[in-house]
């Protein structure tokens, strides 16, 4: 199975950026169309963050999802010369020179906007040394060799979200390395805390508020912006908001703060079709506490 899906992404991937951008918006806007769970996630949870959520905004969030996942063919198996020409603007890379200047590793914090794992892979082209990217295993075993394939290649690591995983991001920022990790996944029981995102308490990670407060760490907010028309990229790197004084439940909600600021700019291009506030098999609800 892994061949054969692996040959369908590196055919996918060979499509012009424009066609895949427009393949997106026909694919995604049959898939809200005939889903209405999905139509009622998305308006639901745009409500929440108190975002536009009438029909239009909502159907143009399923179109930028799928179109983001159309894109991991591209970051998957094109080489990363094509996908560095793909940026055409960078927006607050002193912020990373800064912190190399200082002798900090850089923790890259990005939620689920945009275009997330080809902007990672054009910040480890342009570092001068290696990137690690944590992630979580995807739900169709197939995909994950064609996915780790993808990131392991050049300056770029991947590291799964378990104990061995944790044990490699540490040991990669304190040789001064980078480290990227998506804080917004509804986390496995016992990872997490509860805090508010967007205004309804959510269970979300604690991995990243840990690495935020390590010695000689800079933690770094970015984005890949999806630009119209399959033009290409922006990519945004913003520092991070605000005081991390290592109380878990205040640095956890600190960091979705942050996540927070970067999705209001770009809204439509995040992951709004994602359960992000249910209870993960073994937690206690907050309100049965």
């Known amino acids: 199975m892994s061949s054969i899906i692996s040959l369908i992404f590196r055919l996918t991937a060979k499509l012009p950026l424009p066609v895949l951008y427009y393949l997106g918006g026909f694919l995604g806007s049959i898939a809200y169309f005939l889903a209405p769970q999905l139509r009622r996630r998305i308006r639901e949870n745009l409500r929440q963050a108190d975002l536009p959520c009438d029909n239009k905004t909502a159907r143009l969030v399923a179109i930028e999802a799928v179109r983001s996942g159309l894109e991991l063919t591209i970051a998957w ?3 990363p010369e094509y996908m560095v020409s793909l940026f055409h603007d960078t927006q607050g890379w002193e912020y990373i020179e800064q912190a190399i200047e200082n002798k900090h590793g850089l923790l890259l914090i990005t939620p689920h906007l945009g275009s997330y794992d080809l902007a990672g892979r054009f910040i480890s082209e342009n570092l001068p ?40 991001v540490v040991r990669a920022l304190k040789k001064q390395e980078a480290v990227i990790i998506l804080p917004d996944q509804v986390p496995q029981a016992g990872e997490g805390v509860w805090v508010p995102f967007f205004g309804k308490t959510a269970y979300t990670m604690s991995l990243a508020a840990r690495l935020a407060v390590m010695n000689n760490v800079t933690p770094l907010m970015f984005c890949g912006e999806r630009l119209a ?9 913003v520092p991070f908001s605000g005081v991390l004084n290592g109380d878990k439940e205040h640095d956890v909600a600190l960091i979705n703060h ?14 709004f079709s994602y359960n992000r506030y249910k209870t993960p098999a073994g937690v206690t609800k907050l309100d049965e506490k």
């Open 77 to 79: 198996t094109r080489q």
């Open 129 to 168: 040394f290696d990137l690690t990217a944590m992630y979580r295993p995807p739900k169709k075993a197939y995909l994950e060799p064609i996915m780790t394939a993808g990131r392991e290649r050049g300056k770029g690591h991947a590291a799964p979200a378990n104990a061995s995983g944790v044990r490699q």
């Open 229 to 237: 028309g399959g033009k290409g990229f922006r990519l945004h790197i």
């Open 258 to 271: 942050n996540a927070e600021n970067l999705i209001r700019r770009f809204y439509t291009q995040y992951l």
